[in-house]
């Protein structure tokens, strides 16, 4: 793996473990947005790596994905599609409260588990 690789695999790790903890103090709609980064930070690092390529200064998971050529399965697309829609959401005061109402426990405990997963299958293809 390149030096710049595990720079953004490690931030990964440290967002994904940040998810966990904004999971267990209850915050949800922190879920989403560290859930969204370590995705995000992932898909960057797959860009370098596969590509040699600095990777776009872009927040779109959809974008990243498709600029990484991977061969992402079904179940990762469509956590690819929720979080990218629930990211941008989380930057902003209105859409965050909006949001707030939909994040129950279970459901923000699914979309880390989601992550998580995630995280680890896309960490096995950078190797």
Known sequence: MKPETK?????????????KAMLES????FVVFMCHLTIEKLLKAAIIERLGIEPPKIHSLIGLATRATLSIPTGHQKLIHELDDMGVVTRYPDGRRALASTLTPERSTNLY???RKFAQWLKRELK
């Open 26 to 29: 209850k915050r949800y709609f």
């Open 7 to 19: 720079l953004w695999v490690e931030d990964a790790d440290y967002d994904r473990e940040s998810a």
């Open 113 to 115: 588990e989601r992550t």
